[in-house]
């Protein structure tokens, strides 16, 4: 059996995007869950006078940090539980008409498999 929900998570601030695929899936004797989520914010905005400035503009920036990659991994042998994490931070630019707009944006993927005993008794 498998069963996908998508959910775009809409915030009242404008600023914020938020994206939610959870994936649930059972085979024989394990289930497993994935869970994808994006998540993109502006983090600054710059009118620049014309489209070639922009160049110059980027040109002038200060960098920043480049892209974050974490992987983590978690097993309990008594319950059988096993869990992998993998999370990527990082942002980009974004040139609409004059407008330069800096986006930050967070992708997780979590897979999560457990006996069918043990999810059975949430």
């Not at 922009?54 to 983590?72: C, E, G, K, N, Y």
Request: charge should be negative.
């Amino acid at each position: 059996m498998r069963h996908i929900v998508v959910r775009n998570l809409t915030s009242e601030d404008w600023l914020k995007r938020d994206c939610l695929v959870t994936e649930l899936m059972r085979q024989g004797e394990c289930v497993t869950r994935v869970i994808r989520r994006c998540t993109y914010h502006i983090d600054s905005q710059v009118t620049v006078p014309s489209l070639d400035d922009s160049i110059r503009w980027a040109l002038h920036l200060d960098p920043m940090q480049p892209r974050q990659v974490f992987v983590t991994k978690e097993f309990d042998p008594e319950t059988g539980h096993e869990r992998v994490v993998y999370k990527v931070l990082g942002h980009f630019y974004v040139v609409l008409d004059r407008q330069v707009i800096c986006v930050g944006y967070r992708h997780i993927l979590s897979m999560m498999v457990e006996p069918v005993a043990a999810s059975c008794e949430e």
